[in-house]
């Protein structure tokens, strides 16, 4: 009963998490995708050098809430993975990502931000 308690209490503050660091999330979500993920850098001359092309700049996507952080980044993987498909894509860039408070108990839920591209 005493190991329930303990795994309940890990569980509810592990949940509790509502954001994630930009270094975490940059190795993360790589793993996460099947798309080719290109860093901000990468992108930039990779379209400069003509081996990428950007299919839809800018497009948001506010992904299913998961039971962590890292459920909500899992879900955000696929919706990517999703959009570079019907983009006729196989890659992406990230351009941005927030955790939006959708309730007064404090419930969040992961926006990102990227563009889908087109590489050689």
Known sequence: ????????????ITSCAT???PSRISSLLPALT??????SVQASE???SSK???LVHDRKYLAPIGLTTRGDLKNGAKGIDEWVSL?????YTLKNYQ???VDEKGSTQLQIEFN???CD
Not at 87 to 91: E, V
């Open 1 to 12: 009963m005493k190991n329930l308690l303990v795994m309940s209490i890990i569980i509810l």
């Open 19 to 21: 954001s994630m660091s």
């Open 34 to 39: 099947k798309a080719k993920f290109y860093s």
């Open 46 to 48: 990779a379209i400069k």
């Open 52 to 54: 990428c092309k950007v």
């Open 87 to 91: 983009d006729g894509g196989n890659a």
């Open 99 to 101: 955790w939006l408070t």
């Open 116 to 118: 889908t591209m087109t």
